[in-house]
Nanobody, 124 residues
Framework: VQLQASGGGLVQAGGSLALSCVAS????????LGWYRQAPRKQRELVAT????????TYADSVKGRFTISRDSAKNTVYLQMRNLKSEDTAVYYC??????????????????WGQGTQVTVSS
């Protein structure tokens, strides 16, 4: 699985930005797509995820009501619309795919795939 993220950039506080991520390769095993972020000197954290089956969505508390994750199954693309951005949203944003490989004996294994990261900078 390859993930190609785009979007991001520099925006003033209160502004909006949109990210997109296209998945390619053997995508049939992807069970969820999402976004994580990592600010300087901090651990990578979940921003939002959406499952590929039922479209179940999870948001970090810090972005609820401001960020919206969506997907276009036909385009194998996941989007993150970010509104009312704050300086604390400044980070490198990474696209993520949860992948489930199932074997003939019924067992399986999960993998994480990551995109290259895109910088979001919010100036106050």
């Amino acid at each position: 699985v390859q993930l190609q993220a785009s979007g991001g950039g520099l925006v003033q506080a209160g502004g909006s930005l949109a990210l997109s991520c296209v998945a390619s390769g053997t995508i049939s095993g992807i069970t969820a797509l999402g976004w994580y972020r990592q600010a300087p000197r901090k651990q990578r954290e979940l921003v939002a995820t959406i499952t590929t089956g039922f479209g179940r969505i999870t948001y970090a508390d810090s972005v609820k009501g401001r960020f919206t994750i969506s997907r276009d199954s036909a385009k194998n693309t996941v989007y993150l619309q970010m509104r009312n951005l704050k300086s604390e949203d400044t980070a490198v944003y990474y696209c993520n795919a949860d992948y489930q490989e199932t074997y003939s004996d019924g067992s399986g294994r999960s993998y994480d795939f990551w995109g290259q990261g895109t910088q979001v900078t919010v100036s106050s």
